[in-house]
């Protein structure tokens, strides 16, 4: 029988039941991988359930760096007899399937082309240990310590890694190391060690640190100088507000006094979660709320709200798969344009799109200068993946010397000196006007914020001529608001070519990947990802320079590039769509079929056809 | 359409400690209905704040969207005001009393506002004893929209339109006792003798205090089948007593009688003096108040004046044991950790 041979560099599946404690052996799995020195991407896939569905966990390990889904799994680790069937499937021909054979296999799902092993998992539990749920925890960690032996690892790394992982809690630390050596030995003595894949000490993983991107987001909000973040629970967000919680009790507590500087208030639902946000925002205070899908229909009115009477709003939202419920533990990009143009009448909401936990430190603490700076909501829209996934990133860093800017306000001296204040007049000529904070002067600078509509000196009317030049002023707003978002990075392939790939956030990854392998066949295209909303005329004019343009992107519509549309007016024929929304993250194998598919001409299909023919690229 | 209030005052206006005279506190000319009950109770509010000598800036006025949430720009013209969306006025004040505690936030609201699009979020800024001022216009109807029942309506009360209510109605004062208010009271836009000083004592709570005001709505409501007219409500009326608000500083000069009259201390060092009337209630036994105001339902009569107060109120600032310096006050130095904290933990995640 073949088998796949390949050192640093293959994709592991573990499938676990949820709620056994899976998690953190996995975890260690991977941070061992890491400590290593070989980049590794994991991601959780998990069912929305507190225990006992099926749950996965899929590590690519890969020494190029490439951190996206490759697509396929080279070794399957199975400890879930419900999802065997499908696990065995899965696994590429001369791969390697791992399981627990206290219970025979069952015949029919032996595959002649999958290299098949097991380990007597629950049997070496029994035999060590008499507290079942010590039997069902150790389990995992006896697998990972097998699987040191059989992918070659350094088993050194991995009791390091116990010790840190349990500081503070000495007595943990040996039981765990025992657990690995379990497993370990077992494997060492009975099965054929290595395998054909295993992984090799390396030096590509440099100063990076593993971090997911909701923890960064709560630091980003943590440095950007929050002091009130109100929210409501809800997947894959809920982590964002927490990392807040738990870093502002350690840094926010005033040391004289014990009081805190800060205030986190779980609201009754996502209304009010942005409007206390909004009314922190307008008293002067910096505020966020965090949420995802569902979260951002119920916030819409009071984005509308916060467009129009420019209030300054910092909503992070953590996409998942919709619409309705959806698929709530599982990712997409799909709120592009609920978010873009969110809430009735003519709106423009500023988006940020972070695609790594630096990203998301960085933007996170970006979106309140920016907000206040603008005096408008700002939505970052990271995902699931994004969120909750360990991803390989760049370090955090924050310049000391860094001044919060808090955009245009008038102070109680300035109003006292006669400086003339309307709350809309536009008196620097960039559309932004100044704002007083409640309570600045006994008798000057109050003003009416209000969702109606008003005059420059922000009195109610009724008037068209009002309302409309207080509408158009939005919109050139809307063209200062474009200098200062972040712009889009671009990577020429340094050949001459007219097709690109255009992307955003978590399909960074993935996109490399796909181009290099495409040009590997010597198919050249050159890139850009779009790091906001407003588009940079920098967007437009890459679009223009190219034939031919694939917007990747995460959801079934082609949302990103319906707003490219609109935005520029570019033509389908122009703009081609490379799609994935099954609810796993983009895999570079996919973009890369969807792409060759194109360009040999198949993307002038049918109506049922093309519906197939995404539906064959989407779980790839 | 708001209007200017014309700028021209009598030179003998009384000025308070402050030196400021009632005018200062005033908004512009109200676009309500001529006799509309919300009106009366702008200027209470004019006047309570006015005798109170509060700065004005030291104020903001929030409501939502109706008849009711217009009022604000018609008072308190130097206070920011903020008019938010239909509903959800308790998390705007509740955003911005977390952001500056030292500001008084005074909410208003209708009963269209408050019993229906707002429960949840009334309930909930009740049950947090968010420190504000929460007052209720409430006439039993949706006045802009032309005189549609509201969830305060009575059941079998009638609007002009003639037909009875089926539903029962939501009692605002019974709700916010159930959700934890600490400061329950019910009065009515014609009464101001009683109103002004309960806004006073609602001002100087600190937490959470409703005053549901009965305001009866000249067009659509103020008719003989209904329960929200001015003359159902002067014939159905019992106060559970009387209040008297007696400043910081102040000397009291009148003569209490012992036995039904209770001297409350403020927080803010001010006191109010009650003169029972009512002797089944005990306004500071919060199971007494909800039986109380059960009797009134029964026999149909509108319970008014201070129905509750909870004297050991603790508000939501205090609760979360946040800054006393406010939280928009905070600036880097206080905010941000800076970069060593990052490498410390960069390291942890390696």
Known sequence: ?620 | MSYQVPKFRHPGLPLNELGYTKADYEGAISTLCAGCGHDSISGAIVRACHEMSIEPHKIAKLSGIGCSSKAPTYFLGNSHGFNAVHGRMPSVVTGAALANRELLYMGVSGDGDTASIGMGQFAHAARRNLNMVYIVMNNGCYGLTKGQDSATADRGSATKKGDPNIYSAIDLCGTALQMGATFVARSFSGDKEQLVPLIKAAISHRGFALIDVVSPCVTFNNNPQSTKSYEFVREHSEATGTIDFVPLKKEITAEYQAGQSYEVTMHDGSSIHLYKVDETLDPFDRRSAISTLEEHRYTGNILTGLIYMNKDSRDLHEVMDTSQRPLNQLDEADLCPGNKMLLNINASLR
Not at chain 1, 60 to 76: P, S, T, V
Not at chain 1, 468 to 477: D, I, P, S, V
Not at chain 1, 605 to 616: C, E, G, Q, V, Y
């Open chain 1, 1 to 620: 029988m073949s088998r796949l041979e390949s050192v640093n560099d293959f994709v592991i599946k573990f499938a676990n039941v949820n709620g056994t404690g899976s998690a953190s052996a996995n975890n260690l799995f991977a941070k061992a991988i890491f400590r290593m020195g070989i980049p590794v991407s994991p991601k959780n896939i998990f069912p929305s359930n507190i225990q006992g569905l099926p749950t996965w966990y899929e590590v690519r390990i890969n020494d190029r760096g490439y951190l996206g889904r490759r697509g396929g799994i080279d070794i399957a680790l199975s400890v879930n007899p419900q999802s065997m069937a499908q696990d065995i499937r899965e696994v590429e021909p001369g791969g390697y399937f791992i399981y627990d054979n206290t219970k025979p296999l069952d015949l029919r799902l032996l595959r002649d082309d999958v290299n098949i092993i097991g380990i007597p998992l629950t049997q070496i539990c029994n035999e060590q240990y008499d507290d079942p749920r010590q039997r069902q925890l150790f389990k995992n960690v006896i697998y990972v310590g097998a699987l040191a032996a059989l992918l070659d690892m350094d088993f050194k790394v991995l009791t390091a890694l116990v010790g840190d992982q349990f500081k503070g809690k000495k007595k943990l630390v040996l039981p765990n190391i025992h657990a690995l050596e379990l497993g370990h030995q077992y494997a060492r003595t009975h099965l054929d060690c290595p395998i054909g894949i295993r992984v090799e000490q390396s030096d590509k993983v440099g100063d990076k640190i593993l971090l997911d991107g909701n923890t960064a987001l709560g630091l980003g909000a943590l440095y950007g100088g929050a002091t009130v973040a109100a929210w409501y629970p809800i997947t894959p967000s809920t982590s964002v507000v927490e990392a807040f919680e738990k870093y502002a009790k350690r840094v926010r507590i005033d040391p004289g006094t014990g009081q805190r500087n800060y205030a986190i208030v779980q609201a009754e639902d996502e209304l009010s979660a942005i409007g206390m946000a909004i009314g922190a925002s307008w008293n002067g205070a910096r505020a966020f709320t965090a949420t995802s899908g569902p979260g951002v229909s119920l916030m819409s009115e009071f984005l509308g709200l916060a467009y129009f009477a420019e209030i300054p709003t910092v909503l992070f939202n953590v996409q998942r798969a919709g619409p309705s419920t959806g698929m709530p533990t599982r990712t997409q990009q799909s709120d592009i344009l609920a978010c873009a143009y969110a809430s009735h009448g003519d709106t423009k909401q500023v988006l940020l799109f972070p695609s790594t936990p630096k990203e998301c430190f960085d933007f996170g603490a970006m979106s309140f200068d920016l907000a206040e700076r603008l005096q408008t909501p700002i939505i970052l829209m990271t995902d699931l993946d994004l969120g909750m996934n360990d991803n390989m990133s760049e370090p955090l860093a924050w310049d000391d010397e860094r001044k919060y800017d808090r955009g245009k306000v008038i102070t109680a001296e300035q109003l006292e000196s006669g400086v003339e204040f309307g709350r809309y007049l536009d008196v620097d000529g960039d559309a932004i006007c100044y704002r007083t904070y409640p309570g600045t002067h006994p008798t000057k600078g109050a003003f009416f914020t209000r969702g109606t509509s008003r005059d420059e000196y922000a009195v109610y009317t009724e008037k068209g001529e009002a309302y409309e030049a207080n509408m158009l002023r939005l919109l050139r707003k809307w063209d200062t608001i474009n200098e200062h978002v972040p712009p889009p990075i671009t990577h020429d392939c340094g050949r001459e070519t007219d097709t690109a790939v255009l992307f955003f956030g978590t399909s960074e990854e993935s996109s490399r990947e796909a181009l290099d392998s495409l040009a590997a066949e010597n198919i050249f295209m050159n890139a850009m990802r779009v790091r906001a909303f407003p588009f940079n005329d920098e967007v437009q004019k890459f679009i223009e320079r190219h034939k031919q343009v694939f917007v990747i992107e995460q959801n079934r519509d082609a949302q990103f590039r319906t707003l490219l549309m609109a935005e520029f007016e570019f033509g389908p024929d122009i703009l081609k769509s490379v799609l994935c929304f099954d609810g796993t993250p983009i895999s570079a194998r996919n973009i890369r079929k969807q792409i060759k598919k194109h360009l040999n001409g198949d993307n002038v299909l049918p109506l049922h056809r093309k519906i197939a023919s995404i539906r064959a690229g989407e779980s790839q």
